[in-house]
T-cell receptor
Framework: GAGVSQSPRYKVAKRGQDVALRCDPISGHVSLFWYQQALGQGPEFLTYFQNEAQLDKSGLPSDRFFAERPEGSVSTLKIQRTQQEDSAVYLC????????????FGPGTRLTVT | SQQGEEDPQALSIQEGENATMNCSYKTSINNLQWYRQNSGRGLVHLILIRSNEREKHSGRLRVTLDTSKKSSSLLITASRAADTASYFCATDMSGGSQGNLIFGKGTKLSVKP
């Protein structure tokens, strides 16, 4: 594909429901990042993958958050037992290789927990 | 927590004027990047400046970096209505090898036609 895609674009969940957010990075990109962006704020780092290995999950706010990238391409961010404070836009980004490079972002998934 | 602070938080100018946004950060960096975010769309990379560079140009964009003051500025010359967006600086910490970015809170730029 031409860019990073994410689905769904919008998700409304009742408090306590589980959600799964999908990211399709640019084909061949090694590094994949998840960020959380609250309203009116800048994105905050959640977790990082190099190929299928999750090398950093220091930004995940609680053990309700789980991410995977089993085949080194598509990634899924799962949030269990959603809470209202989980409402945010979840952004996925990829880079061609590990290190300090420009990141290509998807359009994000806007999660609203009611 | 967020590393950077953009200044001003909001900026409103007329088409054709220049817009200057500033960013301060806290720790040593490998590089600093600027991104633009339009309403309802993802972040788009604008420019990357490495810690050993002082100034960089790209089209109507000019970025400066002062590592002694831990600050950067983004200048957009001859602004257009299409430049209306939020602008974020993002840093990649020195010594880090992953590339995960630390963003500021952003400057909301409004360019009136």
């Amino acid at each position: 594909g031409a860019g990073v895609s994410q689905s769904p674009r919008y998700k409304v969940a009742k408090r306590g429901q589980d959600v799964a957010l999908r990211c399709d990075p640019i084909s061949g990109h090694v590094s994949l990042f998840w960020y959380q962006q609250a309203l009116g704020q800048g994105p905050e780092f959640l977790t990082y993958f190099q190929n299928e290995a999750q090398l950093d999950k220091s930004g995940l706010p609680s053990d309700r958050f789980f991410a995977e990238r089993p085949e080194g391409s598509v990634s899924t961010l799962k949030i269990q037992r959603t809470q209202q404070e989980d409402s945010a836009v979840y952004l996925c980004a990829s880079t061609i290789r590990q290190g300090s490079y420009e990141q290509y972002f998807g359009p994000g998934t806007r999660l609203t927990v009611t | 927590s967020q590393q950077g602070e953009e200044d001003p938080q909001a900026l409103s100018i007329q088409e054709g004027e220049n817009a200057t946004m500033n960013c301060s950060y806290k720790t040593s960096i490998n590089n600093l990047q600027w991104y633009r975010q339009n309403s309802g769309r993802g972040l788009v990379h604008l420019i990357l400046i490495r810690s050993n560079e002082r100034e960089k140009h790209s089209g109507r964009l000019r970025v400066t970096l002062d590592t002694s003051k831990k600050s950067s500025s983004l200048l957009i010359t001859a602004s257009r209505a299409a430049d209306t967006a939020s602008y974020f600086c993002a840093t990649d910490m020195s010594g880090g090898s992953q590339g995960n970015l630390i963003f500021g809170k952003g400057t909301k730029l409004s360019v009136k036609p």
